[in-house]
């Protein structure tokens, strides 16, 4: 059994259902899967302004992962990996294998088939990016992950957005505005029940497309976790749907632990941010 | 459950030497890195051109030639120009350039150094600001404390 540390990344913490599928989904592959990730496995790319301080992340990140002795590393984030490709592997000594979450599951996707057994009746749009594709081409292997599922359809769409992921444009509303507007109509004429998301990065954002009734979004592993049988509650879109009431989802108990204070200052302007879309768009 | 002993901090992993030695090995990647773009790029402007962000700059460029000196500018350190910098800041590595440069030089790499440079986190003035967000990390520790048991984040964290 290969030894492996599934580093899911930083904000994918906002997506536990994401996190308990991918490892369910490797364990059932036969990986030995160590799971490792959140603000002290950060890989530093966050820190352009400050070299010194992004060095300094990417060397401890490196260090605790060769310390852990692991064969490889499997990344799910598309950030962390095009960082440890771009960056952090030509300062650190790097002793273990990267490979991509998606790049994972396409080299077994035989055995993957075998657990794909529930169906999922679900015409499907794919959100893509133009980047990312020069390190590993996702928009052509979640596709065809995808296709293995019964029931679902993977229809043509002719939008990719540009960038590689949709999080980089939060300082850019008039460009992540038109990917909205863009996805939107993607979904309308090709006739999809959904769009689907293979980044986190881009499922938070077109989660507002969802719960402003525009359009259901998922990323794909909650269609291939939902055909393997695996009942994660997807609570972020919960919340999200929730909005200002997304207190009553969360319950006193969780608040408790964050502060409502900290909620209502960091986490519900988020969950009540909607896109300027509505669903005649 | 028992905390995996290879996830302690310890001394080997990531002491304060080992990080200076990774830091001065960054910044010599780093440096080498834009002296090979500086003395490969023929600022033929094919980059800008196949850019499908630079519509959104806040100080569109009329074409290529034009812009992409001031971006060279940006990673000598130098003053750079209204253009040069707006392209930077929109930046989104579309990587669209990479295929359209003549001459391999890479100008995805070219502007993600740019941006580094430009936000001042490579020495030299920062010449473009970003929006810096405090609550950044204690939002991911506050989702994570909402979504995983007290033993996930123990040992997954």
Known sequence: MERITFWYGCNVLRHGDIIHSCLDILRSLGFDATP??????CCGTVKDGNQTTAGGMASRTVGRFNAMKRERVVAWCPSCHSHMHDFMEHANDRHFGMTY???LLYECRERLRAFLTHPVPMRIVMHQHV???DLVPVNRMVPELLAMIPGVDVADCGYVAPGYMCASFAALPKALHDIHA?????VKSAGADAVVTIFHQCYRELCGLDAADVTPVYNYVHLIARSMGLAYEDEYKAWKRAGANAADLIGPQRLERIGIEFYERAILPELKKRPKLTSSS | MTTDPSR???PDNTSAARRELIGARLKEFQKS???RI???CTRCGQCFEVCPMAKYSAAPASDGKSVVPGVLAVLRGERSTPEALGWIAVCTRSGSCVPACPENVDPKMMMRLARMTALGGREHPAQIEMKDDPDYFNRIRAFAQL???????????
Do not use: I, M
């Open chain 1, 36 to 41: 490792a990730g959140g603000p002290d496995y």
């Open chain 1, 101 to 103: 979450f998606v790049q």
């Open chain 1, 131 to 133: 980047g990312f594709q």
């Open chain 1, 182 to 186: 863009n996805t939107a109509a993607s």
């Open chain 2, 8 to 10: 302690r901090v310890t």
């Open chain 2, 33 to 35: 890195e834009v002296e």
């Open chain 2, 38 to 40: 500086l003395s490969a």
């Open chain 2, 147 to 157: 979504q995983l048991s007290d033993e996930e984040l123990k040992e997954w964290t």
